[in-house]
Structure formats: structure tokens, C-alpha cells
């Protein structure tokens, strides 16, 4: 089988097509794809405990970790004790940070309103189905 027709080689080759996009942009805000990600699953309000943002974006925690220090050190972040349990840390983005929240959701949905502007109702439904179908054969395999 040659890689063009498997389908992790286009899984693949579209994330990074996607990731270099993103990159591009993000770098001209200072920040990484990365940490946009990291932005935009920070709740604005109430923040967010630095447990449940590593593997909403899919991080291990040592990167996780390495980047919110990053991040606290160029004043996106803030990290203050969780009311709800003294243990835990929640992390809260400075006026700073909230400015480069804003310009990732932008990116995001102005990505999203290309693709979608492109693809039909039933090209997008198809699409969100066999990704779904995917993401369960990669819970059930074993390799």
C-alpha cells in the first residue's frame, strides 16, 4: 500500500498543514499553536485548574507544565489557588492573555468559516461521522 492511500498519511499531512497555519499566524501574535490552544481552553471567568488543561489539548503534563511557565513569564497567565480545593491550582489569564484569547478564537473560526463556506451540509456531516468512526477504531485496536 503506498502512504497516499492510508488514511493516517492524510490525518497527518492535514494536521500539519493545519499546525504551519496556525504557526504562522500565532507567531505573529508571540505566542505558538500551542499556547493558542492552551488560550482558548482557559475559561475567562473562572479559569481553569491546570489538571484539565492538558488533556483537553492533548499535552503531556511535563509540556504542559514547561509551557505555563512560559506562558506566566510572558504575563498571559496567571496561577492562583483554587477556592473550591486548596490543593489544586487554577490558571487565569492576564488582560494580556484575554487579548490573545481573543485573536486564536478569531484564527479558529475564521478557518472554520473558510472550510465550511466550501464544503456542502453533507459533506461536513460525512466528515464529522468518519472522523467519529475513526476515533473509534483508535479506542478499540490494539496493535
Not at 492510508?6 to 504557526?23: E, G, L, P
Amino acid at each position: 500500500m503506498k502512504k497516499e492511500e492510508t488514511v493516517d498519511f492524510h490525518i497527518k499531512s492535514t494536521w500539519h498543514a493545519i499546525s504551519r497555519m496556525y504557526n504562522q499566524k500565532a507567531q505573529r501574535y508571540g505566542v505558538s499553536t500551542s499556547m493558542g490552544f492552551v488560550l482558548l481552553n482557559i475559561n475567562p471567568d473562572y479559569g481553569t485548574r491546570a489538571t484539565k488543561i492538558a488533556p483537553l489539548i492533548g499535552l503531556e503534563t511535563t509540556s504542559l507544565s514547561r509551557m505555563l511557565k512560559s506562558m506566566e513569564v510572558q504575563g498571559l497567565i496567571e496561577r492562583k489557588p483554587d477556592p473550591d480545593d486548596g490543593r489544586a491550582v487554577r490558571i487565569f489569564l492576564t488582560k494580556l492573555g484575554q487579548e490573545k484569547q481573543l485573536t486564536a478564537k478569531d484564527a479558529v473560526l475564521k478557518f472554520n468559516e473558510e472550510v465550511y463556506s466550501i464544503l456542502t451540509a453533507k459533506e461536513l456531516k460525512g466528515f464529522f461521522e468518519t472522523v467519529e468512526k475513526i476515533n473509534k477504531v483508535i479506542d478499540t485496536i490494539t496493535l
